[in-house]
């Protein structure tokens, strides 16, 4: 999987041409240099209308869905597990036309998942996307929480470095 972070242009067609996103029409439109934000678009098709006319609630929840994880999967680095934990979403208004979800992370959300994390804790974090029509209305609101954690090798070289033995990390021995 980690051939698709070698460049903001590979995530991108990588992400667009994923057959499930491709089939709906969503297209990954802008990715950040640093992978800090990446935009994403839904046009309406055949495939991704419902009934009434509107964007299907499942392709609304598809554009949103993976790229949180994607993103803090690249800037947490190789040490971290990063997985989706839940999605809870909102339909506020019929989706019609092109929608835009815009997803951004900071060095203040980085930070506090490295600090919250820095003993080897697990730390779940909520993100709010919302997705917008052509005219700038929120159409639909996407809370996404994403489970995060050193994995298991970086958890033991953090206990060895922290007094050389074997011994828990003090977070730990509090909770055995």
């Known amino acids: ?79 971290y597990q990063v997985i989706d934990a839940a999605t809870q979403i909102q339909f506020i208004a019929m989706a019609k036309g092109t929608v835009t979800a815009d997803f951004q992370l900071d060095d203040t959300i980085l930070n506090r998942i490295r600090e919250k994390t820095s003993t080897g804790d697990k730390h779940h974090e909520t993100f709010t996307v919302e997705i917008v029509d052509e005219e700038g209305r929120v159409v639909t609101s996407v809370e996404k929480t994403i489970y995060m954690r050193l994995k298991r090798h970086a958890r033991n070289e953090l206990q060895k470095r922290f007094n050389g033995t074997d011994d828990l990390l003090p977070s730990r021995r509090s909770r055995l």
Not at 34 to 40: E, G, K, M, N, P
Not at 51 to 63: D, I, Q
């Open 1 to 79: 999987m980690q051939f698709i972070f070698k460049s903001p242009t590979i995530f991108r067609w990588t992400m667009s041409w994923y057959p499930p996103y491709w089939g709906t029409g969503i297209w990954v439109t802008k990715v950040a240099n640093d992978f800090r934000r990446v935009q994403v678009q839904m046009h309406s098709t055949f495939y991704n209308t419902n009934v009434f006319g509107s964007h299907f609630g499942g392709s609304l929840a598809s554009m949103s869905d993976p790229f949180y994880a994607l993103m803090l999967t690249k800037l947490l680095g190789h040490r």
